[in-house]
């Protein structure tokens, strides 16, 4: 019986793509190309970092490999960018939109007496802001950065904060998330598992599924809403 939720925070609450936004008015016809490659090189930096060191030596603070990944996009894609144009972005990732559906899902499982958190690579101070921007910091806690163990998903150290944080077994802990790679790491872990996949992508052909796989974060509901 899943008991508690965990949800990732960036692709999966706050959708990381609205940064193209500012940066199509910051650099016209090239906004989405630098929203995508930059989260692209986010992740890989992530990747690098925790694999390159497993003890943690190499870790650097998810807001500086955002930073980091935003540069090498900017120089790869040709864009003159300013450190005040640099600024204005990075500012924006602070503040990322959090998509429509996330306040109504979180109120829902509230009012049936469902804890929600959060585990994510994020570190604390970026999911603070992220979170009461969104006006969602009555709704969700715990906010679980990987900063403590100084390893990014998919490493176990990261996801066994969940169970720890949370006092249950992974097992009666739905993980949900957005990104392929991070719904199976989670189940390899041990977690219940949703991904979301709004791109309609095809699963990563691993031996492993999700225990589900729904469109929506609305998809979450169906865990609490079925007869038992």
Same mark, same amino acid.
């Given at each position: 019986?899943?008991?508690?939720?965990?949800?990732?925070? $960036?692709?999966?609450?706050?959708?990381? $793509?609205?940064?193209? /936004?500012?940066?199509?008015?910051?650099?016209?016809?090239?906004?989405?190309?630098?929203?995508?490659?930059?989260?692209?090189?986010?992740?890989?930096?992530?990747?690098? @970092?925790? &694999?390159?060191?497993?003890?943690?030596?190499?870790?650097?603070?998810?807001?500086?490999?955002?930073?980091?990944?935003?540069?090498?996009?900017?120089?790869?894609?040709?864009? !003159? &960018?300013? !450190? +005040?144009?640099?600024?204005?972005?990075?500012?924006? $990732?602070?503040? /990322?939109?959090?998509?429509?559906?996330?306040?109504?899902?979180?109120?829902?499982?509230?009012?049936?007496?469902?804890?929600?958190? @959060?585990?994510?690579?994020?570190?604390?101070? &970026?999911?603070?802001?992220?979170?009461?921007?969104?006006?969602?910091?009555?709704?969700?806690?715990?906010? /679980?950065?990987? +900063?403590?163990?100084?390893?990014?998903?998919?490493?176990?150290?990261?996801?066994?904060?969940?169970?720890?944080?949370?006092?249950?077994?992974?097992?009666?802990?739905?993980?949900?998330?957005?990104?392929?790679?991070?719904? @199976?790491?989670?189940?390899? $872990?041990?977690?219940?598992?949703?991904?979301?996949?709004?791109?309609?992508?095809?699963?990563?052909? /691993?031996?492993?599924?999700?225990?589900? @796989?729904?469109?929506?974060?609305?998809?979450?509901?169906?865990?609490?809403? +079925?007869?038992?």
């Amino acid at each position: 019986m899943v008991r508690a939720v965990l949800f990732d925070a $960036y692709g999966t609450l706050f959708d990381v $793509y609205s940064v193209g /936004l500012l940066a199509e008015q910051l650099f016209p016809q090239r906004g989405e190309a630098l929203a995508l490659l930059w989260r692209d090189k986010q992740i890989e930096y992530t990747r690098l @970092i925790t &694999m390159s060191a497993p003890d943690g030596s190499r870790y650097r603070p998810f807001w500086d490999v955002t930073r980091a990944a935003l540069q090498f996009a900017g120089q790869r894609l040709g864009l !003159a &960018m300013s !450190a +005040e144009a640099e600024d204005r972005l990075m500012n924006q $990732y602070r503040h /990322l939109s959090a998509f429509p559906e996330v306040r109504e899902v979180l109120q829902a499982l509230h009012a049936r007496g469902i804890r929600t958190g @959060i585990l994510s690579n994020g570190d604390p101070a &970026m999911l603070g802001i992220a979170v009461r921007s969104a006006g969602l910091d009555n709704l969700i806690d715990p906010l /679980l950065s990987v +900063e403590p163990v100084r390893a990014f998903k998919t490493d176990a150290r990261a996801y066994a904060l969940g169970p720890q944080a949370l006092g249950l077994p992974a097992r009666d802990i739905l993980f949900v998330s957005s990104n392929g790679w991070d719904a @199976i790491g989670a189940t390899w $872990y041990g977690y219940t598992t949703l991904w979301v996949n709004r791109a309609g992508l095809p699963l990563d052909p /691993l031996g492993t599924e999700p225990s589900r @796989i729904g469109h929506s974060l609305a998809d979450v509901l169906g865990f609490f809403d +079925e007869p038992a």
